[in-house]
Structures are given as structure tokens and as C-alpha cells.
């Protein structure tokens, strides 16, 4: 059970009015030289900093469009949601295209208010995952003479790698680079068989004896 600030559960019990907030942090890639860049987006407006996981990090706000509801659920399932990213001119599309963001971790946590705007606790988090598709749509050229497009990036969450299967001979020599992890020692890999650029065969179908006892 994920614990909740205590401030916060207090604030809930008074059943006051609450505002909340969410706050998105995206790491991708960067095309021209493969390094990892980041980037807060908040459903709020302006810039502002906020202390998740206990680090400062700044997010922008007015990007934000659209944000999937997070349900809170027990037991694990692969879920996914929707982050509809606010109309950008194509010189902004254009920037966004230098950036891989697929299979790019993603994070977002809520931050919750009360009436007079002041953040009642540290933000928590409410997904963690990874950007499964990031399509661009162009709309047409406004009266403006600006062409604005949307993104529509598919969250998944983390729950998906264990629909991962394992490679099936992977030994406990490989199992143990991951600090000292050994939950391979004692696994037999030895009998395994692999198909190589080639077609698995069939098994052979076992004969019938027709003989008389």
C-alpha cells in the first residue's frame, strides 16, 4: 500500500475543498547524439518546482492538453493511458521530432492543493512507465497562417515488462552481472535447444504397435 503524507490525510478527512495537480516527467533521447534529456510538464500553469522522490525538478505548465484519469487499483495489470500534448506551431513539431521517445520512462505524480492554492504536501506518485507510441497529427494552417499539430503520446506501465519472456538459455554467468544477482545459480540450461536462422522441426510422431498380446 502506497503510504500517504500525513498532512494529507489529515487535510482529506476534514473533507475540505482540494485541487489537484499533475505532474509529468519524461526522459527521451536525443537523435544527434544519443544522450538522455529531460522534461517536467504539469497540467498547471507557468513554470514552477516542485520536490518529487526528494529532488527539485522544474516543470512547465500549459503543454498539457489532455491526461487519461489514473485509477488506483489493487493487484498488477498493464494499463494505458493517453497524454495529449496542447497545439504546437511546426517549428516546435519540428523540435520534438529529434527526439526518440519510445520506450522512454515517464513519470508523473500528483501534487493537491487547497482553497487558497498552497500545495498541501510533497507530490505522490501515481504511475510509472514508459511512452509506447508518439504520433504526430498536422492540422490544417490557421487564419494565422500557423499549421498547429498534436501529439497524442500512449503511456504504458511498467507492469508490461512482465509480460517480457526470458531468453531461454540464459545462464547464471549472465543472471549474476546484474549486482551479483543470483537467482539463476542453481538452473539447468545445458539441455536447452535453439533454432538458428531456421525452421523449428516438428516432433516425430510416436508409431502405434498394432501387435497381438
Keep these: ?24 516527467w519524461i526522459a527521451a533521447r536525443n537523435r ?16 514552477r518546482s516542485f520536490t518529487v522522490d526528494n529532488v527539485v525538478r522544474r516543470f512547465n505548465g500549459g503543454c498539457i492538453a489532455d491526461l487519461s484519469a489514473l485509477h488506483d487499483e489493487a493487484g498488477i495489470r498493464v494499463r494505458r493511458k493517453t497524454l495529449t500534448l496542447a497545439g504546437t506551431a511546426a517549428s516546435t513539431e519540428t523540435a ?25 504536501a510533497a507530490p505522490e506518485r501515481v504511475w510509472r512507465g514508459v511512452v509506447e507510441a508518439a504520433p504526430f497529427t498536422t492540422a ?42 543470483q537467482g539463476r545459480r542453481y538452473s539447468n540450461v545445458h539441455d536447452a535447444t535453439v533454432q538458428w536462422g531456421e525452421t523449428q522441426q516438428a516432433p516425430k510422431k510416436r508409431k502405434k504397435f498394432l501387435g497381438i498380446f
Design 140 to 181: 490544417a494552417i490557421t487564419d494565422d497562417g500557423v499549421a498547429l499539430c498534436t501529439v497524442d503520446l500512449t503511456l504504458i506501465s511498467d507492469a508490461w515488462r512482465l509480460t517480457v519472456m526470458p531468453p531461454l538459455t540464459k545462464a547464471a554467468a549472465t543472471q549474476g552481472l546484474r549486482n551479483g544477482d
Design 32 to 47: 544527434e547524439d544519443n544522450s538522455i534529456e529531460t522534461v517536467g510538464l504539469w497540467t498547471g500553469s507557468g513554470q
Design 96 to 120: 520534438l521530432r529529434i527526439y526518440d521517445t519510445y520506450n522512454a520512462p515517464v513519470t508523473i505524480w500528483r501534487a493537491e492543493f487547497n482553497a487558497d492554492k498552497n500545495l498541501l
Design 1 to 24: 500500500m502506497r503510504p500517504t503524507s500525513p498532512a494529507l490525510t489529515a487535510h482529506r478527512n476534514q473533507r475540505s475543498s482540494v485541487h489537484a495537480e499533475h505532474l509529468v
